[in-house]
């Protein structure tokens, strides 16, 4: 059974830092890309991140662009985000998720989600 | 950006009736739309992908249409689990974009 387990999520003050995990299990992690997608409280989706089966390709929302790093631990079936110079509307609840079939960002799996507040 | 409007924003209907929800795209997106389910507390749930296939699981009342810019998910017939908000995604671009989502209430 696939599953997609976050954690790391908590209450960090703006300008803090933060790093999000997600532990896979279940299927070959290291044979599929990887994103990030969040979810504002009361908000819609939006995606953050992505990152490729190898590590080799990234792409990120202009939103986190320098300010967030995805990165990948294939031994370890792990997924992170690097998340610094947090600011307010940072805060969401953080999913980790991967694609139906490969070179298909469209996400069949999904883990239950790591809440990130940012506040003073 | 790819920019995707969902209308309407609400649906308000009843167990029983079709559903009709639509997802328009700035600009073409092919055939690369998905569709999800997501109920309070809980991750979404893909419904379809690229625009027309049913992801595994899935019931056949629920069956996306369309392409290039204009999307259709219809849900055949509602069942009381059905209602919550539905959002459509596109993967033709970078940024992976999603929609603003359609609320599916019961009436």
């Given amino acids: 059974e696939v599953q997609l387990v976050e954690s790391g999520g908590d209450l960090v003050q703006p300008g803090g830092s933060l790093r999000l995990s997600c532990a896979a299990s279940g299927f ?34 202009d939103s986190v662009k320098g300010r967030f790093t995805i990165s990948r631990d294939n031994a370890e079936n792990s997924l992170y985000l690097q998340m610094n110079s ?31 507040t940012v506040s003073s | 950006e790819i920019v995707l409007t969902q209308s309407p924003a609400t649906l308000s209907l009843s167990p029983g009736e ?7 795209a700035s600009q073409s997106v092919r055939g690369y739309l998905a569709w999800y389910q997501q109920k309070p507390g809980q991750a979404p749930r893909l419904l379809i992908y690229d625009a027309s296939n049913r992801a595994t699981g899935i019931p056949a009342r629920f069956s996306g249409s369309g392409s290039g810019a204009d999307f259709t998910l219809t849900i055949s017939s509602l069942e009381p689990e059905d209602f919550a908000v539905y959002y459509c995604q596109q993967r033709s671009n970078w940024p992976l974009t999603f929609g ?7 009436k």
């Avoid at chain 1, 990030?36 to 939006?46: D, F, H, I, M, S």
């Fill in chain 1, 28 to 61: 070959t992690f290291s044979s599929h890309e990887m994103n990030w997608v969040r979810q504002a409280p009361g908000k819609g989706l939006e995606w953050v991140s992505y990152i490729s089966s190898s590590g080799s390709n990234i792409y990120y929302a």
């Fill in chain 2, 18 to 24: 079709r559903a009709t929800l639509s997802c328009r």
């Fill in chain 1, 86 to 116: 947090l600011r307010a509307e940072d805060t969401a609840v953080y999913y980790c998720a991967r694609p139906v079939m490969v070179h298909a960002q469209e996400f069949d799996y999904w883990g239950q989600g790591t809440l990130v």
């Fill in chain 2, 100 to 106: 603003g989502g359609t609320k599916v209430e019961i």
